[in-house]
């Protein structure tokens, strides 16, 4: 009985529970327009998922974003492992990363309009942008991580410098590479926000950014709500993946 | 065994650089990080020594006193201050596959993310050697250490009796003229420690590989050696005896003249540690060098018992 109810705590059902009902109280208060209640939001949510336009919505945001996000891996990483692995990379780049992982990409936004043009490009450059330094960061620290040992065992079996740093080093930054790969999902998503902001007509962020134009505040709610749930599925699958994949790598979850 | 002189050690000195070792150890390996000696001090001075071919030699000495610092330098892992180190007559100078190393801690030189067969491949893949080959000469050196049917485990599925079996397969497999270990043993129970000792012998018998093992424990030096090297301690060491090992394999501890042989390299060990730290009190003054002198003084008693 005692596990049940610690299972159940666990969960976190009852902190979602206790949130939907202070989200109802709060909203009593108020003007749908400002601040709509959950069954004013469902309702909302109710004629997007209808009509078709949430689903577009999000298959657009998520495109972006997985599109975004994987070219971050892709550069990301490598950068990552050569930085931490060789000294002199290290000192060439991570000036650099020092300074713009400080500036956000919100900050670019109009910047990179203006250089890359009002299609696709320059969001995905921007959620890139946004999710690289996590990701980089992350892997360093994983290289930093790997006992010198093995590196050692991998020379006296013959291995040369190449072959040292990938079959020890890639393998050995697995678990906070990772990391950086969950934590740039999450960049990733709250980053689409601000490149659907400007020059989009679709997409999460896009809906977020302009049913406010039509006083649709429970849309505005929806698309909040859908961002979060997006993330904490995306989140949970990775970990799982990576869990069952990579597990004699030293991922926990 | 033949009479060549396999490892030629001449006039090695080595004085850890402290500014350097903070370059060295920024990644995370605390293994010395609490040094306390001087800068100026140099953990060994002039050691000579030679290892002939299919020797089974070992480094005896008490903790800290350089024995893990001389193999380092023989791995090719560690630079020389002065002097030189050469296999087959050839200055060494890094890390190489002649010379195979099986380490203290098996946990950080074990690819945890292969399998036992793959990890014992290892240095055949990183010569080339071809899929079928390598597989072959991995499940011979698998056997050879006892660990037929584990092949497919990975190292979070092994105890550490095992995990060191692992190295030395990993080790045998690349077939190296020279076997270099650090306590290899050291984490292990009494039980298990005695059946690898054995194993151990059997294949350097087996194999006729060169062996430099190092341990601060006095029977496992007399139950494995043929020579034993005896260091005294930190700062200035130096091998300063050499020890014979006048019995045959298999030895027995428990006879009474083995027995009586390892009291005799306890007192080797203790005159040795004696004699050093009364040169260095002589040499500097104030110091709570004394105590760590009779501190292991009685731990290299508490071994031997
Ligand atoms: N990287 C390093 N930088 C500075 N000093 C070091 C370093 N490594 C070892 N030392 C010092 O050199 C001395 C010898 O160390 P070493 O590890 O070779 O001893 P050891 O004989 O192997 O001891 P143990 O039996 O405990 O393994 C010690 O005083 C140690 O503190
Ligand atoms: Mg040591």
């Excluded at chain 1, 959620?127 to 990701?135: D, G, L, M, N």
């Excluded at chain 1, 698309?223 to 069952?244: C, E, M, Q, S, Y």
Aim: hydrophobic residues 45%; glycine residues 8%.
């Amino acid at each position: 009985m005692k596990n049940i109810t610690r299972k159940i705590i666990k969960s976190g059902i009852i902190s979602w529970a206790v949130l939907f009902v202070i989200w109802g109280i709060v909203s009593l208060f108020y003007a749908e327009s400002f601040f709509p209640s959950p069954v004013e939001t469902f309702v909302g949510f109710k004629e997007i998922v209808l009509n078709g336009k949430l689903w577009e919505d999000i298959s657009i945001s998520v495109q972006r974003v997985l599109l975004g996000w994987s070219r971050a891996l892709l550069i990301g990483i490598p950068v990552g492992l050569l930085i931490g692995r060789f000294r002199i990379v290290n000192w060439f780049i991570e000036p650099f990363i020092n300074f713009f992982r400080f500036v956000p990409a919100i900050g670019f936004l109009t910047l990179f309009l203006m250089w890359f043009g009002v299609g696709e490009e320059s969001k995905l450059i921007l959620i890139t942008y946004a999710s690289i330094f996590p990701i980089i960061i992350n892997t360093i620290a994983g290289v930093n991580t790997i006992n010198p040992v093995k590196y050692q065992a991998a020379e006296s079996l013959g291995a040369n410098r190449f072959q040292s740093f990938i079959t020890v080093t890639v393998p050995g930054a697995v678990p906070s590479i990772l990391t950086g790969a969950r934590l740039g999902l999450s960049t990733a998503i709250i980053s689409i926000v601000g490149a659907e902001m400007l020059a989009a007509n679709s997409g999460l962020g896009y809906l977020v950014y302009t049913s406010r134009l039509y006083y649709r505040t429970d849309w505005i709610f929806v698309g909040i709500v859908t961002l979060g749930v997006l993330g904490f599925f995306a989140d949970k699958f990775l970990r799982f993946v990576a869990k069952k994949s990579l597990k004699h790598y030293g991922v926990t979850g | 065994m033949s009479n060549n002189t396999k490892i030629k050690i001449e006039h090695i000195s080595k004085k850890y650089d402290v500014e350097n070792k903070a370059l060295l150890f920024t990644k995370g390996n605390s293994a010395h990080d609490n040094f306390v000696g001087h800068e100026t001090d140099y953990v060994l001075k002039d050691v000579n020594l030679e290892i002939q071919e299919g020797e089974f030699h070992i480094f005896l000495g008490a903790s800290g006193c350089g024995k893990t610092t001389l193999l380092n330098i023989v791995a090719g892992f560690l630079n020389k201050t002065e002097g030189s180190v050469k296999l087959d007559g050839k200055e060494i100078s890094g890390p190489g596959s002649e010379r195979g190393v099986v380490f203290q801690n098996a946990d950080s030189a074990i690819f945890p993310w292969l399998t036992v067969q793959k990890n014992v491949e290892y240095g055949l893949r990183m010569r080339g050697v071809k899929k079928d080959e390598r597989k072959k000469i991995a499940l011979d050196a698998i056997e050879l250490v006892g660990l037929k049917g584990h092949e497919y485990k990975y190292s979070d599925e092994l105890s550490g009796g095992m995990k060191q079996r692992v190295q030395i397969a990993r080790s045998i497999a690349a077939n190296p003229e020279v076997l270099i270990m650090d306590e290899p043993f050291g984490a292990l129970d009494a039980q298990t420690r005695r059946t690898l000792q054995d194993e151990l012998i059997n294949i350097w018998k087996k194999t006729g590989k060169t062996i430099l093992f190092v341990t601060h424990d006095i029977a496992e030096a007399v139950y494995l050696g043929e020579n034993i090297s005896i260091f005294s301690v930190a700062p200035d060491a130096s091998i300063v005896d050499k020890i014979t090992v006048p019995y045959k394999y298999p030895r027995d501890v428990n006879d009474q003249r083995v027995g009586e042989f390892i009291k005799y390299t306890t007192e080797q060990l203790e005159n040795a540690i004696r004699a050093s730290k009364a040169k260095h009190t002589g040499l500097q003054t104030a110091d709570n060098e004394g105590e760590s002198a009779g501190n292991e003084l009685a731990e290299a008693k508490s071994v031997a018992v």
